[in-house]
Structures are given as structure tokens and as C-alpha cells.
């Protein structure tokens, strides 16, 4: 067996922990004794015949169980007879709780048990690990400080694993998951989950089933155990076909809908009274924003939101910021778009249908310096939809200094309100020619 080589601390001249039998192994491994005595008087502890021991320092080293080691964690190997394997060590950690591990003899774990840092000297079992032949975890049992069950973890041949996660009773399930081999990919995913709510009731909290035909229904719900969010997701959890609905609290009216297409997520928000107060658009590059009136028909205004990359701590990351935002008239009509910069600078503004000197133009579009006064203004008498009109020859054209002191009409601060977005709500995938 291949021992971590690193600086061996010897202390006094003492011996591997040995007996004839198999007693002094199991001693040491299947109890805490750090409370009972010093790691270095291991041997008379157990009324051993001393022989030479080993005793490793380590520093960021990695112990037979792949947990990390920090500096200073104390460590004692146990052999049988004085051979290397099978064995056991006794491991003092830095915050003071010890573990015991046994390992075969190629040297592939195959227990372990880690003790609270109990200040009362008495060993408390917190983690007891089982380990399949490729040292692998095959079960985990972790218990409360009273020894109650805390967590328990099982692998079953399959390769499933099931999990329960208990309460601070020890008896109440706080959360029941059964997790399966993807069939695409390496990863365990849910087949099955339930958690429920700590408190005295113990109600049913959340539950996420994968379908026999691989599509994935999650179901939220409150105290009264009505149902408060739903998600449908299709085979693969592939986001194009997802639908969630939200509903408001202890009420059955829906307060979103969210559907998912190849290019956008579009999320549209109902007021309790059922009128529809916003509709949003997400896809992986832009977010669109239209706000409605209290009728749900008729938009008041709309925001469109690009994505920029900036530096925040010096790590480069992407965010939203504000491109366009139009405002409508009482007909629904629109009636002004402004542009802004990544800087959140205004770039132009543009108006629709506006009327200079006795003269309607379909467009004017207006541009201002940095200051925020206007320079130049453009009009146009026919214009399309499709901005190709931007880069036409006006009809007419005036030029501004600052000192008209002419500005932009600000939009009010509903209207300038930064965007906020459920992080949970899925966001189609960056589509990509040819694919």
C-alpha cells in the first residue's frame, strides 16, 4: 500500500500499534479515542506491545479518504502484525474532531468515522462512511451531536442514490430525493424529490418528479398546501416547451406566466384582478419590457436591454443595461423612442409623427451631446419600420448650439426603473447558424 509520503514527525520511540488478532485495529477503529488520551500513548491505551510508530505532519496534503488536510492535522497509522495491509489511521484535524478510516489492501478506502470536537472529552460520532471496492461511497449516515439522525446517503448497485435529509428531531424528513443516472449524460439527476417544511406540520413543501415519458413536473406549495408554483419541463429538462406558472400568495390567481420557445422565454405578469400588468421577453442576448395600463390593453411604455461586457474587480462579467425605451400615447400609439449607450448616455431620440412649421413628418429623430443638449434634428415625411430611413437624406435638418438650451424631456423614473428578473426563470440558449 502506498503511503502519503510527506515529513514524518517522530515522536519518541514508540511502535505500530499492532495485536496478534485483529482487536487492536478494531479498537482503534470503531471509537473516538481522543478524549481518552494522547494520540502518543495510543499502544498502552489499548494495551498494545509497543513497536515503532508513525506519525505524519501535514500541510495541504490529501488523506487516504481524498479529504483535504490542513497544516498541523495529526495522523497515526495502525497495522496488522506489522504489515501494511490492511490498515487503519487515527487522524487528529485542526478544529480538534478526529477520524478513523480503514483501507484495503491496495489501499482504496473502505470506512470511515468522524468524531464531533466535543469539549466535554466524550467522542461523539457525526459522519459513519461505507465504501464500495473502488472506493467509491456506497452509504453515509450523518448524525446530530446527540447522535439523531441528521442525513443519510445510500448508493444502490444501480448507480441511484437516495438521500434523506432529516430535522432537528431526528424523526421528521425535511427533504426525500431519489437521484438516477442521466441518460445523456454522466450526471445523477432528480427522479424524485419531496421536501417538506420545518415547522410542527411538517407539510409538504416541494416536489419534483421526473415522468416515466422524461418530461419533469415541479410543483411549489404553502402551508395550506395550495399550489403557489408549477413547472413543466420537457424531455431532457431542454428549456424550448417550458411552461411555469406563479401564482400570488394564499390566493389561486396567477401572478405569471412564463413559456419558452427556440429564441425567447416570454413572461407575462397578471394583476390579481387578472389584467395584464407586463409582458417580458428574454433571450439569451436582450430583454424587452412592455408595461400596461390598468385595462391590460393598451402599453404604456416599453424597454429594450442589451448586454455589455464590464470589468468588476477586475473579473470581466456581462450585464443589462438599458438601449431603448419607447413611451405610447392614450391609443397605444407610440409616440417617442429613446437610445442610450452602454454608458447609459443618451445617443438620440426619435419621434413619431411630428409636426414642425405646418408641416407633419412621419419621423424626427433628435441627437444631443454629452451634456444632454440638443445638436442637430432631422425630419423625415416617410418612413419605414424598419429604420432603414435612419441613414435617408432628411426632408429637413436644423443644428443646435448649447445655448438654446434645448433638452429631452425626461422620462419618469417607472419608466427608467432598472430591470429586475427571476433568476430562476430559464433563458433559451444562444442559437447558432447551422444548428
Same mark, same amino acid.
Given at each position: 500500500?502506498?503511503?502519503?509520503?510527506?515529513?514524518?514527525?517522530?515522536?519518541?520511540?514508540?511502535?505500530?500499534?499492532?495485536?496478534?488478532?485483529?482487536?487492536?485495529?478494531?479498537?482503534?477503529?470503531?471509537?473516538?479515542?481522543?478524549?481518552?488520551?494522547?494520540?502518543?500513548?495510543?499502544?498502552?491505551?489499548?494495551?498494545?506491545?509497543?513497536?515503532?510508530?508513525?506519525?505524519?505532519?501535514?500541510?495541504?496534503?490529501?488523506?487516504?479518504?481524498?479529504?483535504?488536510?490542513?497544516?498541523?492535522?495529526?495522523?497515526?497509522?495502525?497495522?496488522?502484525?506489522?504489515?501494511?495491509?490492511?490498515?487503519?489511521?487515527?487522524?487528529?484535524?485542526?478544529? %480538534?474532531?478526529?477520524?478513523?478510516?480503514?483501507?484495503?489492501?491496495?489501499?482504496?478506502?473502505?470506512?470511515?468515522?468522524?468524531?464531533?470536537?466535543?469539549?466535554?472529552?466524550?467522542?461523539?460520532?457525526?459522519?459513519?462512511?461505507?465504501?464500495?471496492?473502488?472506493?467509491?461511497?456506497?452509504?453515509?449516515?450523518?448524525? %446530530?451531536?446527540?447522535?439523531?439522525?441528521?442525513?443519510?446517503?445510500?448508493?444502490?448497485?444501480?448507480?441511484?442514490? %437516495?438521500?434523506?435529509?432529516?430535522?432537528?428531531?431526528?424523526?421528521?424528513?425535511?427533504?426525500?430525493?431519489?437521484?438516477?443516472?442521466?441518460?445523456?449524460?454522466?450526471?445523477?439527476?432528480?427522479?424524485?424529490?419531496?421536501?417538506?417544511?420545518?415547522?410542527?406540520? %411538517?407539510?409538504?413543501?416541494?416536489?419534483?418528479?421526473?415522468?416515466?415519458?422524461?418530461?419533469?413536473?415541479?410543483?411549489?406549495?404553502?402551508?395550506?398546501?395550495?399550489?403557489?408554483?408549477?413547472?413543466?419541463?420537457?424531455?431532457?429538462?431542454?428549456?424550448?416547451?417550458?411552461?411555469?406558472?406563479?401564482?400570488?400568495?394564499?390566493?389561486?390567481?396567477?401572478?405569471?406566466?412564463?413559456?419558452?420557445?427556440?429564441?425567447?422565454?416570454?413572461?407575462?405578469?397578471?394583476?390579481?384582478?387578472?389584467?395584464?400588468?407586463?409582458?417580458?421577453?428574454?433571450?439569451?442576448?436582450?430583454?424587452?419590457?412592455?408595461?400596461?395600463?390598468?385595462?391590460?390593453?393598451?402599453?404604456?411604455?416599453?424597454?429594450?436591454?442589451?448586454?455589455?461586457?464590464?470589468?468588476?474587480?477586475?473579473?470581466?462579467?456581462?450585464?443589462?443595461?438599458?438601449?431603448?425605451?419607447?413611451?405610447?400615447?392614450?391609443?397605444?400609439?407610440?409616440?417617442?423612442?429613446?437610445?442610450?449607450?452602454?454608458?447609459?448616455?443618451?445617443?438620440?431620440?426619435?419621434?413619431?409623427?411630428?409636426?414642425?412649421?405646418?408641416?407633419?413628418?412621419?419621423?424626427?429623430?433628435?441627437?444631443?451631446?454629452?451634456?444632454?443638449?440638443?445638436?442637430?434634428?432631422?425630419?423625415?415625411?416617410?418612413?419605414?419600420?424598419?429604420?432603414?430611413?435612419?441613414?435617408?437624406?432628411?426632408?429637413?435638418?436644423?443644428?443646435?448650439?448649447?445655448?438654446?438650451?434645448?433638452?429631452?424631456?425626461?422620462?419618469?423614473?417607472?419608466?427608467?426603473?432598472?430591470?429586475?428578473?427571476?433568476?430562476?426563470?430559464?433563458?433559451?440558449?444562444?442559437?447558432?447558424?447551422?444548428?
Amino acid at each position: 500500500m502506498t503511503r502519503i509520503k510527506f515529513f514524518y514527525l517522530a515522536i519518541g520511540l514508540s511502535a505500530v500499534i499492532v495485536m496478534a488478532a485483529l482487536v487492536a485495529e478494531a479498537n482503534v477503529f470503531g471509537s473516538d479515542l481522543r478524549g481518552q488520551t494522547d494520540i502518543a500513548d495510543l499502544p498502552k491505551a489499548l494495551g498494545l506491545p509497543p513497536q515503532s510508530t508513525q506519525y505524519h505532519l501535514y500541510s495541504g496534503a490529501i488523506n487516504g479518504s481524498g479529504r483535504a488536510l490542513v497544516p498541523l492535522e495529526r495522523q497515526v497509522d495502525v497495522f496488522n502484525n506489522g504489515s501494511l495491509a490492511p490498515s487503519a489511521t487515527y487522524g487528529i484535524n485542526k478544529d %480538534h474532531s478526529t477520524e478513523n478510516a480503514r483501507f484495503h489492501e491496495n489501499g482504496v478506502i473502505t470506512e470511515s468515522f468522524v468524531y464531533y470536537p466535543d469539549a466535554d472529552s466524550i467522542g461523539h460520532l457525526h459522519i459513519k462512511s461505507k465504501f464500495f471496492a473502488d472506493g467509491k461511497l456506497q452509504d453515509e449516515d450523518v448524525r %446530530h451531536i446527540d447522535g439523531s439522525p441528521e442525513k443519510r446517503t445510500t448508493i444502490l448497485a444501480s448507480g441511484e442514490k %437516495h438521500v434523506v435529509e432529516y430535522a432537528a428531531d431526528g424523526v421528521s424528513i425535511l427533504d426525500d430525493a431519489l437521484y438516477v443516472p442521466d441518460a445523456c449524460c454522466s450526471d445523477l439527476i432528480v427522479k424524485v424529490e419531496k421536501r417538506f417544511r420545518d415547522n410542527q406540520e %411538517h407539510q409538504l413543501q416541494h416536489s419534483d418528479v421526473l415522468n416515466a415519458d422524461g418530461t419533469r413536473s415541479v410543483f411549489e406549495f404553502d402551508e395550506h398546501l395550495n399550489q403557489v408554483r408549477t413547472e413543466f419541463w420537457p424531455q431532457d429538462h431542454k428549456i424550448p416547451g417550458t411552461v411555469i406558472t406563479e401564482f400570488y400568495p394564499d390566493t389561486l390567481h396567477t401572478r405569471f406566466v412564463s413559456r419558452c420557445d427556440r429564441d425567447w422565454n416570454t413572461i407575462e405578469y397578471l394583476r390579481t384582478d387578472g389584467t395584464l400588468e407586463k409582458r417580458v421577453k428574454i433571450s439569451s442576448t436582450s430583454v424587452r419590457v412592455v408595461i400596461f395600463d390598468s385595462t391590460g390593453q393598451k402599453p404604456l411604455f416599453e424597454q429594450s436591454w442589451g448586454m455589455v461586457m464590464t470589468s468588476v474587480d477586475s473579473v470581466m462579467v456581462w450585464r443589462r443595461y438599458l438601449s431603448d425605451l419607447s413611451e405610447f400615447d392614450d391609443h397605444g400609439n407610440k409616440v417617442r423612442t429613446l437610445s442610450y449607450r452602454s454608458d447609459d448616455a443618451l445617443l438620440y431620440e426619435i419621434k413619431f409623427d411630428a409636426t414642425v412649421g405646418g408641416i407633419k413628418y412621419d419621423r424626427a429623430i433628435f441627437f444631443y451631446d454629452a451634456a444632454g443638449f440638443l445638436k442637430t434634428s432631422k425630419y423625415f415625411l416617410l418612413a419605414t419600420d424598419d429604420m432603414s430611413w435612419f441613414n435617408q437624406k432628411p426632408d429637413r435638418e436644423d443644428a443646435f448650439t448649447p445655448a438654446a438650451n434645448i433638452r429631452q424631456a425626461t422620462p419618469s423614473s417607472m419608466e427608467l426603473a432598472p430591470l429586475d428578473l427571476d433568476p430562476s426563470l430559464p433563458i433559451p440558449p444562444v442559437q447558432r447558424s447551422g444548428h
